[in-house]
């Protein structure tokens, strides 16, 4: 059994690429290497394959569909390589708003993707976007045998709620917890389908750029929060990730 999680990392923009996906494996780390294109694809699945904690996802980010948004044929064509998906979504903060009507067309081909084939697990970005997501969502993706987790949820509570009537999980950062929204709107999700994430490099760890070991920060922080364990805290997101992959058959 994985020991931290780390269900957002982007392991290959990391100089040690190869040297971190090592140490989440012997550190027992359960690492989702979210990839930004699917360019990316090929090595971090070649590299995941060979461990028991991380695992490759297909991603075509939305911050970069103005510019790769045509490789949403290559994948297509890999979808079937992957049970995981990410980091997709939508994106309509300033600098993308003006990509955002061929962000929904990227991301309505994927969600149709993926409910075809099922199985799936995806990561979604929904910066500014949350309710057109899960409007999306409903009516493209098949959310019986797929499932959604909300990577740094900013979105409204009545939005999160909305989410989770929906089946969505969520993956938070130590990050999140600075926020002073953030007491607010992690009241209204479910401990139960809370899981960690660093966003790595994008966010800071304790000497520098965060790793998938600094998930233990925000593990500390939610523990605080509902004033339990930090074990205990530990064990529940770790069965929420065992119960997540028990749903989607991985």
């Not at 060979?50 to 911050?63: I, N």
């Not at 995981?84 to 708003?97: C, M």
């Not at 019986?144 to 409204?156: A, E, I, P, S």
Request: proline share 5%.
């Amino acid at each position: 059994m994985a020991k931290l999680v780390d269900f957002h990392c982007h392991l290959d923009l990391y100089p040690d690429f190869e040297a971190l996906v090592r140490e989440c494996e012997s550190k027992e780390i359960y690492t989702l290497a979210v990839t930004t294109t699917p360019r990316a694809w090929s090595r971090n699945h070649e590299l995941a394959s060979k461990t028991k904690h991380v695992r490759a996802a297909l991603g075509l980010h939305p911050q970069l569909v103005q510019s790769h948004g045509a490789d949403i044929a290559m994948w297509e064509k890999l979808l079937g390589q992957s049970s995981y998906v990410g980091e997709v979504g939508l994106d309509a903060g300033p600098q993308y708003y003006r990509s955002l009507p061929e962000q929904k067309r990227v991301f309505e081909r994927i969600l149709r993707a993926c409910s075809k084939q099922g199985g799936k697990v995806l990561s979604i970005h929904s910066i500014r976007t949350a309710p057109t997501v899960l409007d999306m969502a409903e009516e493209h993706l098949d959310l019986r045998n797929n499932t959604m987790v909300m990577h740094w949820f900013t979105g409204t509570p009545a939005e999160a709620r909305r989410a989770v009537e929906m089946g969505c999980y969520f993956s938070i950062n130590a990050r999140m917890l600075r926020n002073s929204k953030a007491s607010t709107l992690l009241k209204t999700i479910p401990m139960e389908r809370m899981l960690t994430e660093t966003d790595g490099p994008f966010t800071e760890g304790k000497a520098g750029p965060a790793r998938p070991e600094d998930a233990l920060d925000c593990i500390e922080g939610l523990a605080g929060t509902y004033d339990i364990p930090v074990a205990d805290m530990q064990k529940t997101i770790v069965g929420n990730l065992l119960a997540m992959l028990k749903k989607t058959s991985h």
